[in-house]
């Protein structure tokens, strides 16, 4: 079985970012990067047959040792391969513990994890989820490699146009949900998807279609509980089809390229709930598709 070991690296901040919050986190990856990469060009000097411990507090930096290591010593086919093992360790979205596994579907790789806040009454934030972003490496490669294959990836890195065409291009996509609220209702998911994903409905469209959010909405029913710890998949399929599930069970499935492309939007557009995990998308995509 060929392995598949994860090349997840960090966002490194090009210009300050807006909030202290995010500015700590950036400065952390970066220092994290290059702790990573150090430690591995030591490794490396040292030669083949060596083992890298696993590192419990840090899956991330162990992510990237072991790609970084394996890619040195040559026993990794890396991308390419058809069908992705998933033998690294999951990924921590470090502000909840909460963790992501770096292959799912057996085809989407995660590319970026972050943390949704949510102001209550202009008072509080709350932390409401956690999610880890992950793209189809088959999809990702047959939409955009003719155009962006020839570019080294760190060319690739701040390539704004590489991510629009991600979200634009018919590539199956998940984003994991992980609720780290505890009393979250249905009646408030509702409300804030309106606010949310309605204010980038308008913006792509210039209309409120009012029905395509109903259609999305009217899906989520009273009944439905979704305690700390419940797992929503929205999972754009090839055609633009844009299914929900809660706990691996389907609620429903919608085809519309418009509210594909504004859910993607909330996380990886331009103003993203969370920075660095769009950063870490960027930097993600580039390594992927770079020669
Ligand atoms: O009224 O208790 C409250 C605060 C609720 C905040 C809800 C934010 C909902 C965000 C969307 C969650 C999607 C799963
Ligand atoms: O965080 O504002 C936001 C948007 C989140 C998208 C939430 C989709 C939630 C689907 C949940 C179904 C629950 C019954």
């Not at 060596?50 to 026993?75: E, M």
Request: hydrophobic share 35%; with cysteine.
């Amino acid at each position: 079985m060929v392995s598949f070991r994860f090349p997840f690296s960090f966002s490194q901040p090009p210009t300050p970012p807006p909030s202290a919050t995010a500015n700590a986190s950036s400065r952390h990856s970066s220092a994290t990067t290059a702790a990573a990469f150090s430690l591995a060009a030591t490794l490396s000097v040292a030669g083949a047959g060596i083992a890298i411990s696993q590192n419990p507090n840090n899956p991330f930096l162990q992510n990237a040792l072991n790609f970084l290591v394996s890619r040195r010593i040559g026993i990794s086919p890396m991308w390419g391969s058809l069908s992705l093992s998933d033998d690294s360790s999951p990924v921590t979205e470090s502000r909840t513990g909460t963790s992501f596994p770096v292959v799912l579907r057996d085809s989407q790789r995660l590319l970026g994890v972050g943390l949704r806040r949510k102001a209550i009454l202009g008072l509080k934030n709350i932390d409401v989820y956690a999610f880890g972003v992950y793209a189809d490496d088959a999809d990702v490669k047959e939409c955009l490699s003719e155009k962006y294959g020839d570019l080294s990836a760190s060319e690739l890195k701040g390539n704004e146009k590489l991510k629009e065409d991600l979200m634009e291009c018919d590539v199956s996509m998940t984003i994991r949900l992980q609720i780290v609220y505890g009393r979250l209702s249905i009646r408030s998911v509702r409300s804030a998807f309106e606010e949310s994903v309605g204010s980038r409905l308008q913006k792509f469209s210039g209309s409120d279609n009012k029905e395509l959010l109903q259609s999305f909405t009217s899906q989520f029913k009273d009944e439905y509980k979704i305690p700390k710890g419940s797992i929503i998949d929205l999972s754009k399929e090839r055609g633009y089809v844009l299914r929900t599930m809660i706990d691996g069970k389907e609620v429903g499935s919608i085809e519309s390229k418009l509210l594909c492309r504004s859910i993607l939007d909330l996380y990886i557009g331009n103003e993203p709930f969370d920075r660095k995990a769009k950063e870490d998308v960027e930097m993600n995509l580039a390594a992927l598709l770079g020669k």
